[in-house]
């Protein structure tokens, strides 16, 4: 099963808008991480929040982390339709003395220009 | 390099024919990891390597899958007497240690299609 949900599936917003996604994980983390995914390929890293932070920015960027109900959020704050993408939350589960990186199935975000 | 470089970028086999595909992790970075996503889908794990120790194959499907890292740099992932199941977007991810505190960089991923 996935370490990492993200919910909505899919949010169509308008442009200027605000995007909200959010994240939830099962097992106890020590960062989270948000990706960014055009048309099915390489994922570009956005930001990356450690277990320790409840808040941090970058740019038009806003994640939050909750550790009590592990879950985190990403705002995208006026939106572009250069934001039109799948985002992705990654959480580096402990797995057999190894740090594996895992992935939800993604929130695929369309901004209507 | 400047970034992770898969390669090729596409690759058309006939069903049962063996497969490689390539990945080039930045230098320097100890971490690298294979995935696979099916359209629509979210990053299935298949494996991981990191600097000697022997991998995480945990992720790998099946024995018709298989990898190795050179000189703890190129890697090779090999899908043998594909299937139409092997069709996705195979991304190589590398990071400087583990834990991801540096964060992952992905290279453009290898689309495979099986006919």
């Known amino acids: 099963s996935q370490q990492g949900e993200e919910d909505p599936q899919a949010l169509s917003i308008q442009e200027g808008e605000n995007a909200t996604m959010n994240c939830s994980y099962k097992?106890?983390?020590?960062?989270l991480q948000w990706y960014r995914q055009n048309s099915g390929r390489g994922l570009v890293h956005l930001i990356l929040?450690?277990?320790?932070?409840r808040e941090k920015h970058s740019g038009r960027l806003r994640v939050t982390l909750d550790t009590s109900k592990k879950s985190s959020s990403l705002l995208i704050t006026a939106s572009r339709a250069a934001d039109t993408a799948s985002y992705f939350c990654?959480?580096?589960?402990?797995?057999?003395?190894?740090?594996?990186?895992?992935f939800g199935r993604g929130t695929s975000l369309i901004v209507h220009p | 390099g400047a970034g992770v470089s898969q390669s090729p970028s596409n690759k058309v086999t006939e069903k049962g024919k063996d497969v490689e595909l390539r990945c080039d992790p930045i230098?320097?970075?100890?971490?690298l990891y294979w995935y696979r996503q099916s359209l629509g889908q979210g990053l299935e794990f298949l494996i991981y390597?990191?600097?000697?120790?022997?991998?995480?194959k945990s992720g790998l499907p099946s024995d018709r899958f298989s990898a190795e890292r050179t000189g703890g740099s190129v890697s090779t992932l090999t899908i043998q007497r594909t299937q139409q199941e092997d069709s996705a977007v195979y991304l190589c991810?590398?990071?400087f240690g583990t834990g991801g505190s540096y964060g992952y960089t992905f290279g453009s991923g290898t689309r495979l299609t099986v006919v």
């Open positions: 990654a959480t580096a589960a402990l797995s057999g003395g190894s740090y594996i990186p895992t």
């Open positions: 230098s320097g970075h100890t971490a």
């Open positions: 097992t106890s983390i020590n960062n």
């Open positions: 991810a590398s990071s």
């Open positions: 929040i450690r277990s320790n932070e």
């Open positions: 390597f990191q600097g000697n120790s022997a991998p995480d």
